[in-house]
């Protein structure tokens, strides 16, 4: 788009808004949509080739307009999230396209994505321990969860430690700046013998000093293993997986169960936009 094609659909974009407003008491209050109907609207893959504003407003017009207030941003947030995902080569189970429970949304942040992770981690752990022995305290349980990352993790996530209440362990990266399957396993071993119960693992693709990647394919089976909850932060470098030639980085990415990348980085969008996808339902309780 050069400036002057900018000029004209900044200029229509308002002049669509403005329409909207003298033309809202003829509109209807609830929309006339059924649930799932932007999904048959729109490609079921992200366009390879642009198309004029003009175009785009029209869509906008025809397709999103009939369902607002609601469904309608939640459904394109469900289409354009699998774009995404397919975009970088996710395994199917985290798409909202899959059969099972999994899927895409959109969080504000990677600092946010990983507390959002923390929380069902803590929460699965917790219900799933006291539906083997309902005799166990909820509260004394929560004490004893540990959550383990790399030394080379970023701020955000030590802090969702302290937002969720939960010991975070920062072990030791190797001469590259990777945690390794064996010394996450050894922390692991450490506090079981302490009575302690590992329940969430942070694992860097990416890491924020040196663009280190944690295997996760060792990284992975550990965590299956003790079912304990395995959340991939690529938060600046996961915009590289959309190039085939980069996916070998994220190999055993099939063993996490949510995964975040920041589209408000590489890939130049707008703060903020976080991509956060879950193969499992990112619900508590279940
Ligand atoms: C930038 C970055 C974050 C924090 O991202 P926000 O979206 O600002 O919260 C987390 N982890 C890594 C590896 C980062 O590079």
């Known amino acids: 788009m050069d400036s002057q094609q900018f000029r004209e659909f900044g200029k229509a974009a308002i002049d669509l808004m403005a329409d909207y407003y003298d033309t809202i008491r003829t509109r209807d209050v609830l929309p006339s949509v059924e649930p799932g109907y932007l999904l ?12 004029s504003w003009k175009d785009v407003l029209n869509d906008f017009s025809q397709s999103i307009m009939p ?8 459904e394109l947030e469900v289409v354009t999230m699998n774009w995404l995902g397919k ?7 985290f798409l909202n396209c899959s059969d099972g429970p999994g899927g895409g949304v959109i969080q504000g942040s990677a600092s946010e994505a990983t507390l959002v992770g923390l929380l069902v981690a803590k929460n699965k752990t917790v219900h799933r321990l006291m539906r083997n022995d309902p005799t166990l305290n909820e509260g ?16 955000s996530v030590e802090k969702s430690g302290l937002l969720g209440s939960m010991k975070m362990r920062l072990l030791k ?17 450490e506090d079981r013998a302490k009575g302690l119960i590992p329940c969430y693992v942070i694992a860097n693709l990416g890491t924020t000093g040196t ?38 980085l994220m190999k055993g990415v099939e063993y996490a169960d949510s995964f975040d990348f920041n589209p408000h980085k590489w890939m130049l969008v707008n703060f903020d936009c976080s991509a956060m996808w879950s193969a499992l339902a990112l619900i508590c309780n279940s």
Not at 87 to 93: K, S, Y
Not at 176 to 188: D, I, P, S, W
Request: with cysteine; aromatic share 8%; net charge negative.
């Open 211 to 248: 663009c280190a990647f944690d295997p996760l394919y060792e990284l992975g089976p550990v965590c299956n293993e003790s079912d304990v909850w395995l959340h991939v932060d690529a938060a600046y470098a996961g915009a590289a997986f959309i190039c085939p030639e980069f996916r070998g």
């Open 40 to 51: 048959k609207l729109l490609p079921e893959n992200a366009p390879e080739e642009p198309e």
């Open 140 to 155: 004394e349980l929560n004490a004893k969860l540990v959550a383990y990352t790399s030394d080379q993790c970023n701020s």
């Open 67 to 74: 369902g607002m207030s609601s469904p309608a941003c939640t």
């Open 173 to 189: 990266s190797d001469p590259e700046g990777r945690l390794r399957g064996e010394t996450l396993k050894n922390a692991f071993e």
């Open 87 to 93: 975009l970088l080569g996710l395994p199917e189970e």
